[in-house]
């Protein structure tokens, strides 16, 4: 049981006395909302306190929420007397009595199919602005439906517009006694809650009114006072249809041993009279659902938010279903979480639901023996005790701190908060998750940009606004991208680079380590905009990324940027690959600060940290082919040799073209780009054994595939001793390196392989 759970995990910080007076006052409080919205639903109201002893009880054991209260409120119950007056029942007949409990219990089956679902996970993507405005429309809301009650009148239903006419309209009974009794309390409870908040207003209030009205009779002078209820226990009842379902639970029933007497005990009642309302009472019982897990789960959210509690969601259906079942089996309407119960919880300092227990043992105890008591307590009194509960829960602050810091997330506030006033729950609902989705999608299509460049003396690429020592590299824009890149902002993209473009640009560089994803609109624009900068001289890299971007790359059709080599691991391969090596040359402005870090450099621990970086930077070019091209990494390796080899066998015994490919200064570069150490290394495997196979064609001399191999060992001779010196750890890693081709050359080319290691041994 979750209950025991929270109990046994936070038992030291659990106040049983707070707890359980926390329980005793919701249910007290509970009293006269759970009757009035019993008989909206058009049950009598004493089915109201029924809706608070079992569903709650079921609620406390379930849920994984601390501190939020269920019962019968507002929504669920306007629903279902909607239908009821749809059908053309009268309030508290027969068919009333029946078809009220089918709908708590579809509304139970309804949960149980959203749990399957996983539907609670919907509140994931309702963002904070949407559910303080979401909150705040229910909590105003009930305020207005209740404001009537605290002069004499009767409360409201419907949306903002009917509210405020019933208030209109019940004011021309304004009842003077009844509003310094309600608005008294509101003020008195308010102020004391500033000035003395440990001391529970809301039970002193409620003793008051009672006293109030034990001693001076304020019903005589026209104060509305809580209806006597029948006492007793309700009776059990399991909702069925026609006649088989209750065959079979007889059947049952006399199975294990009980009589006819008992069996009356569970008041079956015959449907087949409401036959024709079932599919009907089907349908606006998933509404119900929709409006109980819509409203719970973000209120319920908001307050596990609040204390850093962990809710899950969907447990909470289950928790949801449960509850409307007990209601169904009590006879009563579909039970939602309330808003206003809750706020006088979390107003009391709740933090179990050891108030659950303590709620439903109150409510048996007036149930069994204190409704002749309820003639002693006054409306107006308890309506001030829920609304100042209410005005608790209102998210001004949240309100105010919007205002000041994000004007577009304070216009979701309130578009969610109308939303809910205007058109309802269930259409604030609606309106708060595309808000939420809208909100996604308008960052997504905004990400944050910046062009980069260099601080002299350090060693990373920062904002050129954000940093007002940073300077461009000439010829060069570096610039990051902070979002996926999808069809709503490539055209973003594209316009911030080309109006960037100077006459010099030589190359752009895209930091690209917020692009997680890339779809095909994107793609396409991509590679136009690759081709349309090629023509114009410019060379293009998308760099820093992680590597399933090359993967999506060449999925949805842009492998030509990899296959031309516009994509490397990181943005110093990408200068390397253009030509631009360190120091960086900075615009003409800086050139001081060049000279300044230059001497910088010559220092003893500059050098020092300038040879680690170096090492670092040996690390990150190492194996930059397995990062583009995953696991075709060695098929595209072996493609470039092929092509090396055959620019070699073109150029015949002009040794002088043969060394401009092999012994280039700055590295290896192929049609793809400059290679790094590591991958370097692993492409002179292949080009020893492609050599060794034009050989055995006859398309080169065996003289020429000699003096071509002992280039190649000298070259790798050259590039290991050079990562040896700039990185031990590196050259060691190599040799494993080195040990991976050589077994794919080998389960590749088995035969080709045989021979190269027999030339090579001699």
């Not at 690429?461 to 990051?480: C, G, M, Q």
């Amino acid at each position: 049981m979750r209950l025991f759970s929270q109990i046994k995990t936070n038992g030291k910080q659990i106040n049983w006395a707070r707890d359980i007076l926390g329980g005793i006052v919701v249910a007290l409080v509970s009293i006269p909302i759970s009757m009035g919205y019993a008989q909206i639903a058009g049950l009598p109201a004493v089915y109201g306190l029924y809706g608070s002893l079992l569903p709650i009880l079921f609620f406390g054991f379930l849920t994984t929420s601390r501190q939020f209260v269920v019962g019968v409120d507002a929504m669920p119950a306007v629903m279902v007397g909607s239908l009821l007056v749809r059908m053309g029942y009268e309030a508290e007949s027969k068919e009333a009595m029946s078809l009220v409990p089918i709908m708590a219990l579809f509304t139970a089956l309804w949960f149980v199919v959203l749990y399957f679902m996983k539907a609670g996970r919907i509140v994931k993507y309702i963002s904070t602005p949407v559910m303080g405005g979401f909150i705040s429309g229910v909590g105003l809301t009930i305020i207005l439906m209740q404001v009537p009650k605290l002069f004499g009148g009767n409360p409201g239903t419907g949306e903002v517009i009917a509210l405020f006419q019933n208030i209109w309209e019940q004011g021309r009974e304004f009842h003077f006694l009844s509003f310094l009794l309600g608005f008294g309390t509101v003020a008195i409870i308010l102020l004391c809650k500033k000035w003395i908040p440990k001391v529970p207003m809301t039970v002193v209030m409620m003793v008051v009114g009672a006293l109030l009205q034990g001693f001076l009779h304020l019903d005589r002078y026209g104060v509305k006072v809580m209806a006597e209820a029948a006492p007793g226990l309700p009776k059990v009842m399991l909702p069925g249809f026609g006649r088989t379902p209750e065959g079979l639970i007889r059947f049952a029933i006399t199975g294990m041993g009980l009589t006819e007497k008992d069996f009356s005990f569970f008041g079956l009642v015959d449907f087949q009279v409401l036959s024709g309302s079932l599919p009907d009472a089907l349908m606006q019982s998933l509404g119900i659902a929709a409006v109980v897990m819509a409203q719970t789960l973000l209120a319920s959210g908001n307050y596990a938010k609040k204390y850093q509690d962990e809710l899950d969601h969907n447990a909470e259906l289950l928790a949801y279903g449960a509850m409307n079942l007990a209601g169904a089996m009590v006879g009563g309407c579909p039970i939602n979480g309330s808003v206003s119960r809750s706020g006088i919880a979390d107003f009391q300092g709740v933090r179990s639901q050891v108030m659950s227990l303590a709620a439903s043992f109150t409510m048996l105890l007036v149930l069994l023996f204190g409704t002749p008591l309820l003639k002693y307590l006054p409306v107006p009194v308890l309506t001030g005790i829920v609304i100042t509960a209410l005005i608790g829960i209102l998210e001004i602050p949240l309100w105010k701190r919007l205002w000041r810091i994000s004007r577009n997330e304070w216009l979701i506030f309130m578009t969610a908060f109308l939303g809910v006033l205007f058109f309802g729950t269930l259409y604030g609902v609606i309106i708060g998750v595309l808000l939420s989705f809208g909100e996604v999608a308008m960052r997504a299509a905004v990400p944050p940009t910046a062009f980069e460049g260099r601080i002299p003396g350090h060693g990373n690429f920062y904002s050129l606004k954000r940093n007002s020592e940073a300077r461009p590299i000439k010829n060069t824009i570096i610039y990051r991208f902070g979002g996926n890149l999808f069809f709503a902002n490539v055209d973003l993209f594209c316009r911030e680079i080309e109006e960037a473009l100077k006459e010099d640009t030589h190359q752009v560089v895209v930091d690209a380590r917020g692009i997680g994803s890339i779809d095909i609109t994107a793609t396409e624009r991509l590679v136009q905009f690759h081709g349309s900068l090629r023509e114009k001289g410019i060379l293009f890299y998308l760099t820093e990324h992680d590597g399933s971007l090359n993967d999506q790359l060449r999925m949805l059709g842009g492998e030509g940027l990899i296959e031309e080599g516009a994509v490397r691991r990181t943005i110093t391969l990408a200068l390397r690959d253009a030509g631009v090596e360190k120091p960086y040359e900075l615009e003409e402005t800086m050139k001081s600060w060049v000279a300044e870090s230059r001497k910088l450099e010559e220092m003893p621990a500059q050098k020092e940290a300038n040879r680690r970086r170096n090492a670092i930077e040996a690390d990150e070019r190492l194996s930059e082919f397995e990062w583009v091209f995953g696991n075709d990494a060695e098929e595209k390796m072996e493609e470039l040799a092929g092509i090396m080899a055959e620019r070699i066998a073109a150029a015949g015994s002009r040794e002088e073209e043969v060394e401009a490919d092999l012994l280039d200064e700055d590295g290896v570069r192929t049609s793809w780009g400059l290679l790094g150490r590591f991958d370097e290394d692993a492409f002179w495997d292949f080009m020893e054994l492609r050599l060794e196979e034009l050989a055995d064609e006859g398309r080169i001399t065996q003289e020429l595939a000699g003096r071509v191999e002992r280039h190649i060992e000298k070259r790798r001779v050259f590039g290991r001793q050079k990562l040896e010196e700039m990185n031990p750890h590196a050259a060691r890693l190599l040799a494993k390196h080195g040990e991976v081709i050589q077994n794919y050359v080998r389960r590749k080319h088995p035969e080709e392989y045989n021979k190269y290691l027999e030339l090579k041994g001699k």
